[in-house]
């Protein structure tokens, strides 16, 4: 007998064991449960709509100036940057007998209410605790009605940290549940990922609505009191339905995906590193030693390339974004229709325009999130898609200071007075405009890092914990800059918004010069069986 044949045959063992799928299917899941997975982002969405759209007015309104304002935004970030890495890389360990995500999702949701309850009695509670009646907005004379509402800040600064801290919850699993069900199926990945986008647009749109209605508190009467005016029974109006929506959505999602548990044998398979024979070959209990943040560490240093460039995109792309997300209703109140806080009633016509505008503008991004595969197709590819997206997102962000200087031709000094039709109409079309390129925002980026991770063996609740890294990395460096920034150049969102175009359009050439091709689809179901699959019977 041949001395060789006992040695192909080990090396041809040992290679069957290392292609063996760690879980029990392949097959992709249908497209009905991705639907009722990616509903849960209408739910979380609503809640980060009425932030975006009522949050920034209502600190202003308990005595927040606006250039300290973007501080408070400083919440989302930095929860984002800590938790959503932390959920992600400990989801993908998760030996819950429920599932690896769905303990992550029920319990964000969880804390979601409770957030809400601090948000929306914050004033309720500061005057009960000594904050004065009298708020920002009031003409009154005497100083303890013009003070900032300590006691109510802390309160609301501290729902809104754990508000953030639960989003990040949310929003990792869930992105993750749906890379576990697609699996190897790029396709099925980048049609999950916009369902997601779909309904991220559907609960903006809710939000924007809810956020504009300014009878919407007469809904539960209960919610105005001596210490909440009409503005702030709206707000707590709005964040108890996004509650009951959230609720909903996520129970009807969860009970309808019966995710199977993993075993510990199987987290060894579970890298962001390239699954080699000579990468893999690491003792299991050293493995199982590495801290969290050593685990970080690794996944950053040994990132591939593709990633890199994903997350250079992605965080130029943010940084393009956030100065117009975070006060784009702000800018409207102040800039398009002149008003100033707490002085007439212009600024909250303003606002009211923007939540409106951002309705316009989500009701695009639904549209076209169902519509990003066939953009694709059309323009050439992923990488020539995201480059017009922030193409148009440049250009959107740069015509600002047109509309701008427009609106106060229009009004001609007069404090009172409107902008003219033709500047609402320009405005309302900016933000309309807008939600084409926030489709490609909320869908690509995502898409391709589960493609990525994929493609390199990781595992994909630490691979969205790192994508996230480049969006709340450029939020931190926006609230904290942004505030002086613009203080620096007379005040106003001009500036702010100006950085933001230039970034847009850096972020589209990196994305068409260096973003690096898709990995060719898995048709064949042997490859697939090859490879990771999902968890999902």
Not at 488 to 517: C, E, K
Request: aromatic share 10%; glycine share 8%; charged share 15%.
């Amino acid at each position: 007998m041949d001395d060789k044949q006992p040695l192909l045959f080990l090396l041809e063992q040992q290679q069957q064991q290392q292609q063996k799928p760690i879980f029990s299917s392949p097959k992709p899941a249908s497209h009905k449960k991705l639907i009722l997975v990616s509903s849960i982002a209408a739910g979380i969405q609503f809640g980060w709509a009425l932030q975006l759209s009522l949050l920034t007015p209502y600190v202003q309104l308990l005595g927040i100036p606006h250039k300290y304002a973007a501080f408070i935004w400083l919440c989302g970030p930095i929860s984002g940057m800590i938790v959503q890495p932390i959920i992600g890389y400990h989801s993908d360990r998760c030996l819950s007998r429920w599932g690896r995500r769905r303990p992550f999702i029920v319990s964000g949701t969880l804390l979601v209410v409770i957030s809400v309850m601090f948000i929306s009695f914050a004033a309720d509670l500061g005057h009960s605790l000594g904050d004065p009646l009298g708020d920002t907005s009031s003409s009154a004379s005497s100083s303890s009605s013009n003070r900032p509402k300590v006691i109510s800040i802390t309160i609301f600064i501290l729902g809104f940290w754990i508000l953030d801290v639960a989003n990040n919850m949310l929003q990792g699993p869930c992105r993750a549940l749906l890379a576990d069900l697609t699996g190897t199926d790029q396709r099925r990945t980048r049609t999950a990922n916009a369902f997601y986008s779909f309904f991220m647009a559907v609960g903006n749109i809710l939000g924007f609505a809810a956020g504009s209605y300014t009878n919407l508190y007469k809904f539960l009467p209960f919610s105005k009191t001596e210490a909440c005016d009409v503005y702030c029974a709206n707000l707590k109006t709005c964040f108890f339905m996004a509650v009951i929506l959230l609720l909903t959505l996520t129970t009807i999602a969860l009970t309808s995906i019966q995710e199977k548990p993993i075993t510990a044998s199987s987290l060894s398979s579970i890298s962001i590193l390239p699954s080699t024979i000579n990468d893999v070959e690491m003792d299991e209990e050293a493995e199982a030693n590495i801290a969290f943040v050593g685990e970080i560490v690794k996944a950053l240093r040994d990132l591939p390339r593709p990633m890199w460039v994903l997350l250079l995109v992605t965080c130029l792309n943010w940084i393009g974004w956030f100065p117009f997300l975070l006060f784009d209703t702000d800018w409207m109140g102040r800039e398009v229709y002149g008003g100033k806080i707490g002085e007439g009633k212009q600024y909250g016509d303003g606002v009211r325009a923007g939540s409106f505008g951002l309705m316009f503008n989500s009701v695009v991004l639904g549209f076209t999130s169902l519509g990003v595969e066939w953009l694709a197709k059309k323009v050439g590819g992923v990488k020539r898609l995201w480059f017009f997206a922030n193409l148009v997102l440049s250009i959107g962000l740069a015509s600002t200071v047109w509309i701008t200087k427009v609106a106060e031709s229009s009004r001609a000094g007069s404090d009172e007075a409107d902008p003219a039709l033709g500047v609402r109409i320009s405005a309302l079309a900016l933000f309309a405009v807008l939600g084409v390129p926030l489709a490609v925002t909320y869908s690509i980026p995502f898409a391709l890092a589960a493609i990525f991770s994929n493609s390199s063996g990781a595992g994909q609740g630490l691979a969205m914990g790192v994508l996230n890294l480049a969006v709340v990395i450029p939020q931190i460096l926006v609230s904290v800059a942004s505030g002086p920034w613009d203080a620096l150049f007379g005040g106003g969102n001009l500036p702010a918004f100006v950085v933001g175009a230039v970034a847009a359009a850096a972020s589209g050439i990196v994305a068409l010069t260096m973003l690096p091709a898709l990995p060719p689809d898995f048709t064949n179901r042997s490859r697939i069986m090859r490879t990771r699959s999902s968890p999902f019977p």
